[in-house]
């Protein structure tokens, strides 16, 4: 079996609290999917079609703007999650440290987790694992930065702290801030400074290239690709990544229906494609990390299809960022 895990980064927006938007627009807007028409398209949707299919999620949920609007606004994101059977893990956008009134780290600022030293990662790290509990999650079993932003010492860190998953890696940001030592390279799971790390999956759109298993990157076509490949080289696991305001136009206002299109889709194959397990970080074996394994690759480059793909996307811009089709 290869495991499937579908993760939503599920986070406010730093860039509209700088333009001075409120908390509660922030949460309508970034977690609930909230668009002009008032109908909701963020992880209440997300939850929806995962159900409707038999699935789970990976709800990575960042605790950082508890720091400028205090915990009450976690608990009902929390609970929203926890009562519906997903899971709730740990994501850090340190960016929200540039506002915070009382600082953990008597003013130091970075826009990633990775930009810190070791023991500041580790007072990141605990300071949010303590903000989730206080919104009411369980306990954190698994981290991912912020803009992927981790590196070496990010696993040092999370070994301090007791998180034994990350799944900071993703090689699309090795030249943007994911600093973790193989990034590039790294396929499956594996076991490093006392941690597991399980990597963002993907295929090769073109020669040296990566494109990541996110759906607004990758068309319903390539992920099916991407999946069947996993499951026929016999990869442990594959790792899909989106947000929880990723099924709206980019100013938020409108549904982007090719986007939803494609995370229904990828419900779908993965009800539907044999030997694909879907499942969370405390599904794991810790043993998978460990486990010796064949050589995996990626799914190799084809012009047709990125051409496809490319095109898709000029079409859905052109339609849904330019508001030529009605929500």
């Not at 499937?4 to 949460?27: F, K, P, Y």
């Not at 500041?120 to 694992?129: M, R």
């Not at 996307?313 to 960022?321: K, M, N, P, R, V």
């Amino acid at each position: 079996m290869t495991d499937l895990l579908i993760t939503i980064d599920t986070e406010l927006s730093a860039l509209l609290h700088e333009r001075g938007v409120g908390l509660d627009d922030n949460v309508r807007s970034s977690i609930w999917g909230v668009c002009a028409q008032g109908r909701a398209y963020g992880i209440g949707w997300q939850m929806d079609e995962l159900e409707r299919h038999g699935l789970r999620g990976v709800f990575f949920l960042d605790p950082m703007p508890a720091l400028v609007h205090g915990t009450e606004f976690l608990k009902p994101i929390v609970a929203a999650i926890a009562r519906r059977g997903h899971e709730v893990q740990l994501h850090i956008h340190s960016e929200w440290l540039r506002w915070a009134s009382g600082s953990p780290l008597g003013g130091r600022q970075g826009r990633n987790i990775g930009d810190f030293a070791l023991d500041d990662q580790v007072t990141l790290l605990t300071l949010g694992q303590r903000l989730l509990e206080q919104g009411g999650a369980p306990a954190v079993t698994a981290f991912r930065a912020g803009n992927f932003g981790a590196n070496d010492d990010t696993l040092r860190a999370l070994a301090r702290v007791g998180i034994n998953w990350d799944s900071s890696v993703n090689p699309a940001y090795r030249r943007y801030g994911c600093r973790i030592s193989g990034a590039g390279d790294q396929i499956g799971p594996s076991h490093r400074f006392a941690v597991s790390e399980l990597p963002v999956s993907g295929i090769i759109d073109r020669p040296g290239g990566f494109r990541p298993a996110q759906i607004c990157a990758m068309s319903a076509g390539e992920m099916r690709m991407g999946l069947r490949h996993a499951v026929q080289e016999r990869h442990p696991a594959f790792v899909v990544v989106t947000h929880s305001f990723e099924m709206l136009s980019r100013d938020r206002q409108r549904p982007n229906h090719a986007v939803m299109r494609r995370f229904t889709a990828l419900c779908r194959q993965a009800a539907e494609i044999a030997n694909l397990r879907v499942c969370g970080f405390r599904d794991l074996p810790p043993s998978l990390a460990d486990e010796k394994k064949p050589l995996q690759t990626r799914v190799p480059p084809n012009r047709l299809r990125t051409a496809g793909r490319m095109a898709q996307q000029l079409w859905a811009s052109w339609c849904y960022e330019r508001r030529l089709i009605p929500a």
